[in-house]
């Protein structure tokens, strides 16, 4: 339709139709995780500041917000999963698989942050090798799974370059620590479409 020379284009907030997919939670735990990660990256560079990284209030502060981000990507996975409208089994169980997947790698990672914080926890919740190692990595494979799950599926919820964004932002926790602040930027814009944050668009006012 072309644009109409009496009508004055104009621009508004619009909330995208994905907005009410997920629970309120875990719209939350999608801007919370990135946003603690941060955190945990400023703390991480305080404790630092003596050319090591121990033992201290910083130290302790710090993975106690990296705990938390933890929880908050565990919360996206479950929301993600629940947000499924109306699954073939095909895509049941392949979205339940990655959930299952995703929520054991937040759970391996969960115990690595533990052992961070407490020294001890080695003695009374051991953690098998193969999963410490594998935490990170299947944390990932869940959530992005679930999120090109929708985009494929629902595309007018998710856009394609969301789940990209958050395997940048892993990828960059991978490659450097001191990485911490550009991560949660590029997780922060790749989760962000799933709290349902505004965005503008041009309509068209008489």
């Known amino acids: 339709m072309r644009d109409d020379p009496g009508r004055i284009p104009m621009v508004r907030w619009s909330c995208p139709q994905h907005a009410g997919r997920m629970s309120s939670p875990s719209r939350f735990a999608a801007l919370a995780a990135p946003l603690f990660l941060l955190t945990y990256g400023i703390f991480r560079y305080v404790d630092g ?3 090591e990284h121990g033992p ?6 710090g993975h106690t917000f990296m705990l938390a981000a933890l929880l908050c990507f565990a919360a996206v996975i479950v929301g993600l999963r629940r947000a499924v409208r109306e699954p073939s089994v095909r895509r049941a ?6 959930t299952v997947l995703g929520l054991v790698g937040a759970a391996a990672f969960v115990r690595v942050a533990l052992g961070d914080l407490f ?3 080695d003695g009374f919740l051991p953690l098998p ?15 992005v799974g679930l999120m090109i799950d929708v985009a494929i599926h629902e595309p007018h919820r998710l856009p394609a370059w969301s789940p990209m964004a958050v395997v940048a932002g892993f990828a960059a926790v991978g490659a450097n620590l001191d990485l911490l602040p550009l991560a949660a ?4 814009a790749g989760l962000m479409p799933l709290a349902g944050a505004p965005r503008l668009e041009r309509v068209p006012v008489s």
């Open 56 to 61: 201290g209030v910083a130290w302790n502060v």
């Open 185 to 188: 930027g590029l997780l922060l």
């Open 119 to 121: 020294p001890g926890a």
């Open 129 to 143: 090798g193969p999963l410490h190692d594998a935490g990170p990595l299947l944390l990932l494979l869940g959530l």
């Open 93 to 98: 169980s392949a979205t339940t698989t990655m």
């Open 49 to 51: 500041r003596d050319g």
